[in-house]
């Protein structure tokens, strides 16, 4: 720490991860483009002509010793291109195997594909 005057100045505190609100592992399984509508719930995706969408299949896993709620709003992803541009996802976070949207609890350890 510097010092001001004689005088300790301070730091501004540090937020450290174990404050955060969600404890998940999450495993990247499989990346791949399609340029054909995907649905996730009752959304339906499709990309313009000239576009593919990039899927990502992942599992998601419960790394807290309590049960924790896990929805599209637990996640986001940013895509980068080979030109530099940034994709922010769509809100739109599936079970692997079906449409169902991801929106469930899990209890600790449990994992899930997505």
Not at 48 to 57: F, M, N, P, T, Y
Request: proline letters at 4%; charged letters at 20%; zero cysteines.
């Amino acid at each position: 720490m510097g010092r001001s005057r004689g005088r300790r100045t301070r730091r501004p505190a540090v937020q450290h991860h174990q404050h955060l609100r969600w404890s998940f592992n999450v495993t990247l399984t499989r990346a791949q483009f399609v340029a054909t509508r995907v649905n996730t719930g009752q959304q339906s995706h499709i990309p313009a002509a000239d576009q593919k969408r990039l899927v990502l299949h992942y599992t998601v896993q419960n790394a807290s010793k309590d049960e924790q709620r896990s929805s599209l709003s637990s996640f986001t992803f940013t895509a980068v291109d080979d030109q530099g541009t940034n994709y922010q996802n769509v809100d739109a976070v599936g079970q692997e195997g079906g449409s169902a949207p991801l929106d469930f609890r899990l209890k600790p350890a449990q994992k899930v594909d997505a």
